[in-house]
């Protein structure tokens, strides 16, 4: 039992898990926020153009019974809900993903050739040899700029 509550600890302790639970939250605050925008700033909005509020918008099907109503209003409402938190999250992910390019490239350009190509077999052989270790050709002297 000890070796478990070990191994969960080791878990939990780690940073991806710690890092998923914030984001988690932050998601969960950031959903509250853009229902608030489609409740209160979308719909009325889209009510001034269709004459009726979205959330308004439901079939009685059997009458006098209320859980027998079907809302489309509210689905709307989840439907734009859904495509803005989806087109919010393509932003970040694509700006993150170009953050991260940028990075990468100045480490990809800051690297300094070790190795040369052996003009005989092809192989990748050290810039200060001067016999290929793979077919032990003698490679020539290279001409210093």
Not at 3 to 29: C, Q, S, T
Not at 62 to 82: H, L, P, Q, R
Request: glycine letters at 6%.
């Amino acid at each position: 039992m000890k070796k478990f509550f070990a191994e969960f600890k080791e878990f939990i302790a780690k940073g991806n898990v710690l890092d998923l639970a914030v984001g988690v939250i932050i998601g969960g605050a950031f959903s509250a926020i853009v229902t608030a925008l489609t409740d209160n700033i979308i719909n009325p909005i889209i009510a001034i153009f269709g004459g009726t509020n979205i959330d308004g918008l439901a079939i009685q099907l059997v009458e006098g019974n209320e859980a027998t109503k079907m809302d489309f209003g509210a689905f709307i409402s989840a439907i734009i809900n859904f495509l803005i938190m989806a087109l919010i999250i393509f932003l970040i992910v694509k700006s993150v993903n170009k953050a991260m390019a940028i990075g990468k490239k100045k480490e990809e350009e800051e690297e300094e050739v070790t190795t040369k190509e052996c003009p005989f077999c092809k192989s990748e052989i050290p810039l200060d040899a001067t016999r290929c270790p793979h077919c032990t050709s003698e490679l020539p002297a290279e001409e210093e700029e």
